[in-house]
């Protein structure tokens, strides 16, 4: 806790880090994507008791990244609440042949991610996004790959949510039904990155889960 509000702590890659400054300039600090949505929308809802909002993204990630750096960018910031969205790299590594991909890291370093934060941080709640693509920009080149690839991952993450006892926060259909109205690329433009519009659909279903769970801030 702080002095007088909840810390939410975001993991994740490119799609949480939404080119957020490394400075604490409080103008920069959450990024330009759904982090900041969410902080300006509770923290105008919940200001009179301060919640604070950490976006420690990092573009590029993979799982295995974000375990590498678990103990700097989320155990010691003692966080109440811990929302991670990954997979996409780890899926784009593998489907590209690259090093990184030589094996499929994605299950076994998630679950090392939440054992490890179960241990040493017990009273921490938990919220994992189901990461997402759609069909256009750099997925559209072994499509059938990339769809299979994430559903499989979302699988993985939603049974590692039932294991830890964590929040799982669907995604993908809410990507497809908004793609069906409009055409895939005006809410994630290269497949893989959402735009202005795909991140309030990420801020919406986000605060949707959390704010009518157990794990709602106030």
């Given at each position: 806790m702080t002095a007088?509000?909840?810390?939410?702590?975001?993991?994740?890659?490119?799609?949480?880090?939404?080119?957020?400054?490394r400075d604490g300039d409080p103008n920069h600090i959450h990024g330009h994507g759904y982090v900041y949505l969410i902080a300006a929308e509770l923290g105008f809802e919940l200001a009179d008791s301060r919640p604070r909002f950490i976006n420690r993204g990092v573009s590029g990630n993979r799982a295995s990244d974000l375990y590498a750096r678990w103990?700097?960018?989320?155990?010691?910031?003692?966080?109440?609440l811990i929302s991670i969205l990954v997979g996409v790299n780890d899926a784009g590594r593998v489907i590209e042949g690259a090093p990184e991909g030589a094996s499929d890291r994605f299950e076994r370093a998630y679950r090392h991610i939440l054992e490890e934060t179960k241990e040493l941080l017990p009273g921490t709640g938990l919220v994992l996004c189901e990461p997402f693509v759609l069909k256009t920009g750099a997925t559209v080149q072994c499509w059938e790959r990339w769809r299979q690839m994430i559903q499989e991952y979302s699988s993985v993450?939603?049974?590692?949510?039932?294991?830890?006892?964590?929040?799982?926060?669907?995604?993908?259909?809410?990507?497809d039904d908004a793609a069906a109205r409009t055409g895939a690329d005006y809410?994630?433009?290269?497949?893989?990155?959402?735009?202005t519009a795909g991140h309030r659909l990420i801020a919406?279903?986000?605060?949707?889960?959390?704010q009518n769970s157990p794990l709602a801030i106030g």
């Amino acid at each position: 806790m702080t002095a007088s509000g909840k810390t939410v702590l975001f993991q994740g890659d490119s799609i949480t880090d939404g080119n957020r400054g490394r400075d604490g300039d409080p103008n920069h600090i959450h990024g330009h994507g759904y982090v900041y949505l969410i902080a300006a929308e509770l923290g105008f809802e919940l200001a009179d008791s301060r919640p604070r909002f950490i976006n420690r993204g990092v573009s590029g990630n993979r799982a295995s990244d974000l375990y590498a750096r678990w103990n700097e960018d989320a155990i010691f910031l003692q966080p109440d609440l811990i929302s991670i969205l990954v997979g996409v790299n780890d899926a784009g590594r593998v489907i590209e042949g690259a090093p990184e991909g030589a094996s499929d890291r994605f299950e076994r370093a998630y679950r090392h991610i939440l054992e490890e934060t179960k241990e040493l941080l017990p009273g921490t709640g938990l919220v994992l996004c189901e990461p997402f693509v759609l069909k256009t920009g750099a997925t559209v080149q072994c499509w059938e790959r990339w769809r299979q690839m994430i559903q499989e991952y979302s699988s993985v993450v939603r049974q590692l949510a039932q294991n830890y006892d964590a929040l799982f926060v669907p995604l993908q259909k809410a990507f497809d039904d908004a793609a069906a109205r409009t055409g895939a690329d005006y809410w994630i433009w290269d497949g893989i990155h959402p735009t202005t519009a795909g991140h309030r659909l990420i801020a919406r279903e986000w605060l949707n889960a959390v704010q009518n769970s157990p794990l709602a801030i106030g």
